[in-house]
């Protein structure tokens, strides 16, 4: 039964982490863990975090570095076979780790949900998208399947190897260059997986280490980075 590790960077985080916990402790696929990177915060996130009793819970706590060198914390010490990511202000489904590891076969790379932007809204009837791996590299771009956010992803620990989140971007981008980085490392015959299934929750919130999330990915910065890493592709 494979594990599934995720990652959770949580900066000044006391107002949401627990709920945020409380979704991935309760996934209906049981063999997780859930690795908190505790990064500098200096409220109570910590001690909410020690709340939990749950053997599948791993906090490290590490001085303030922003999320790209928190989530390389988080990899390395992670032990699953499968990665995916939440912000300590975001929550689950309850069956998003059980609908995304279900996805996988030995042909595919990666696969991704859609994401809910409301607090109430219907799911709608599955439709599962298949990309080439080429075509997933440029879709990363589009902001309509795949979106340039790692938290609606799952991907598979073998293919990281020795890849890192660039520890130099400190505002927005890392998770696109990284989603790009991922798929150009693995075999050109994979496929990546979507399905228009809501099961990530997205909470915007002004103080956390995720605060310049969706809205900061937009436009002009998604441009930037499509000119650079596409370019020579």
């Given amino acids: 039964m494979d594990k599934v590790s ?4 949580a900066y000044n985080a006391q107002g949401t982490i627990e709920k945020c916990l409380e979704s991935l402790l309760g996934q209906t696929y049981n063999n997780i863990e859930v690795v908190v990177i505790n990064d500098g915060s200096f409220d109570n996130t910590l001690e909410k975090c020690k709340k939990f009793n749950d053997e599948r819970l791993k906090v490290i706590s590490t001085e303030n570095r922003g999320i790209s060198s928190a989530r ?3 990899i390395k010490n992670s032990t699953g076979e499968f990665i995916c990511f939440c912000d300590a202000d975001d929550f689950y489904e309850k069956n998003y780790v059980e609908k995304l590891l279900s ?3 030995d042909n595919v790379a990666m696969v ?3 994401y809910v932007r409301k607090s109430k809204t219907r799911q709608p009837k599955e439709k599962i998208t298949v990309f080439t791996r080429n075509d997933a590299l440029k879709e990363l771009f589009s902001d309509r399947y795949l979106f340039v956010q790692l938290w609606n992803k799952m991907i598979r620990k073998d293919f990281i190897q020795d890849l890192k989140f660039d520890e130099k971007v400190k505002t927005f981008g ?3 260059v990284f989603a790009f980085n991922y ?3 693995c075999p050109e015959n994979l496929i990546v997986k979507h399905t228009n299934l809501k099961l990530y929750h997205y909470i915007p919130a002004k103080n956390s280490a995720s605060s310049l999330k969706v809205s900061k990915s937009r436009g002009g910065g998604i ?3 499509k000119n650079q890493f596409v370019k020579n592709f």
């Fill in 183 to 185: 798929l150009k490392s």
């Fill in 72 to 74: 390389n914390l988080g």
């Fill in 174 to 176: 890392e998770d696109v």
């Fill in 223 to 225: 441009l930037t980075f």
């Fill in 103 to 105: 996805m996988f076969d």
């Fill in 6 to 9: 995720i990652i959770v960077p």
């Fill in 112 to 114: 991704a949900c859609d």
